[in-house]
Every structure is written in structure tokens, then in C-alpha cells.
């Protein structure tokens, strides 16, 4: 079957770099992205790895590696505001459908 | 600045009671999503729809149906709600192919309660 792993939760300090990480088990693999939600809010595209490697967006980054089944976001200098719940997900074929991950609980601390 | 629109914020309704959740996006998108979150499980697709009048089975479609008449809209029916169908509903809607790249864009969600 189908699983995505990530933490449930995570601490970290205001100004710090935090690392969520994302193993998946899933009979196709065409892509893994990262999503971001507030309490209350709407999941909002963070960032997207098509192939092996690093891809940089600000103070967010991704990794993949498809020969381990893993990925993982970074955020760096670490912000009261980017306490939020993270997503991992896949996309599992050749369709536009992606799998979502349970999600990670990011609590910053002053 | 482009959008997808749920047309309730929150909705409490009988059990029993026939349900629309109505989703409309200004984007042209063609593909369609309809995910439902829930504490400790994330989002879990029910339906999307690739074009207009197409409809794909997701992970739990069981107690839901979708219609897709108009390119912009893709509503989510709960024919004979239940008490186990209270839960935060999520539209979402991508560009073909590269949605994965682009992402989904999602809307503000419903949270529906069900008595």
C-alpha cells in the first residue's frame, strides 16, 4: 500500500533551521512536494522535487533523493509566523492526483 | 489574484439531510479536487475530475458523489449525511500536467458538522 512518513511534531527556536523529514512507500513515484497550513488556514504550495537533489526558495528548501524513498524540508532563520502545520506529498503516477502526508506540527519557540 | 471559492465557511446540518459543497475556481483550471482533513490524518481525497463532466473515485468515496457541469465548478454531494462525515472539506484545483510542479491551489475549506 501507499504510506507517507513525517513527524508529528516539531520544536524549534525563533532564528533557528529546522529540518521535517518525509520517507514514502508508494508504487509510482513522479514527484514529491511540500505544503504549508496555518490553524484555520488553507494548505498553501511550498516547493516541489522532481528529481534528486536541493531546490531553494528563500528561506525554504527541499531535498530528494529517490533512491532512498526521502525528502525533507528546511527552514532556515526560523520565524514566529512559520508555525504551521507541513506537509509532505506525492504524486503517484502519470495523473495529477498527489498523496498527502499526516502532516507536521512545527511550534517555534521566542 | 487567482482563487478557488467555497461557498460556506462552516455548516451544520441533520443527519439524513443532502448535502452540496459547492467549489468554484477563476484559474481555468481543468483538474479538480475534493480532500477532507481530519486530526491525526491528514487530507484524504474522495473525488477529482480531470474535465468537465469526468469524475474519479479517490481514497474514501464511500457516502459522497461529485458533479461537474461548468469547467469553474465541482461540487461535492453528501447524499444521506452522517455523524462520521463531520469534518473540514477541502477543494483544490491545478493546471494539467504540470499541477504536481505548480502545485494545488486550495480553497478556504468547509467545515461541516453533522447532528
Known amino acids: 500500500g501507499q504510506s507517507l512518513e513525517q513527524p508529528s511534531e516539531v520544536t524549534a527556536v525563533e532564528g533557528a533551521i529546522v529540518q521535517i523529514n518525509c520517507t514514502y512507500q508508494?508504487?509510482?513515484?513522479?514527484?514529491l512536494s511540500w505544503y504549508q497550513q496555518h490553524d484555520g488556514g488553507a494548505p498553501t504550495f511550498l516547493s516541489y522535487?522532481?528529481?534528486?537533489g536541493l531546490e531553494e526558495t528563500g528561506r525554504f528548501s527541499s531535498f530528494l533523493s529517490r533512491s532512498d524513498s526521502y525528502g525533507y524540508l528546511l527552514l532556515q532563520e526560523l520565524q514566529m509566523k512559520d508555525s504551521a502545520s507541513y506537509f509532505c506529498?506525492?504524486?503517484?503516477?502519470?495523473?495529477?492526483?498527489?498523496?498527502f502526508g499526516k502532516g507536521t506540527r512545527l511550534h517555534i519557540l521566542p | 489574484d487567482v482563487k478557488v471559492t467555497q461557498s460556506s465557511r462552516y455548516l451544520v446540518k441533520r443527519t439524513g439531510e443532502k448535502v452540496f459543497l459547492e467549489c468554484v475556481q477563476d484559474?481555468?483550471?481543468?483538474?479538480m479536487f475534493w480532500y477532507r482533513q481530519d486530526p491525526g490524518l491528514g487530507l484524504r481525497l474522495i473525488y477529482f475530475?480531470?474535465?468537465?463532466?469526468?469524475?474519479e473515485k479517490g481514497d474514501i468515496p464511500e457516502g459522497y458523489s461529485v458533479s461537474r457541469e461548468k469547467k469553474e465548478r465541482f461540487s461535492l454531494i453528501l447524499e444521506s449525511a452522517s455523524t462520521n462525515q463531520t469534518s473540514m472539506y477541502l477543494c483544490?484545483?491545478?493546471?494539467?500536467?504540470?499541477?504536481?510542479?505548480?502545485?494545488?491551489?486550495f480553497g478556504s475549506g468547509t467545515r461541516l458538522t453533522v447532528v
Open positions: 522535487n522532481g528529481l534528486d
Open positions: 484559474m481555468d483550471h481543468e483538474n
Open positions: 506529498a506525492v504524486r503517484e503516477n502519470r495523473d495529477d492526483k498527489i498523496i
Open positions: 475530475s480531470y474535465d468537465v463532466k469526468m469524475k
Open positions: 508508494t508504487s509510482g513515484f513522479y514527484g
Open positions: 483544490a484545483s491545478s493546471p494539467p500536467g504540470t499541477g504536481q510542479s505548480y502545485g494545488y491551489t
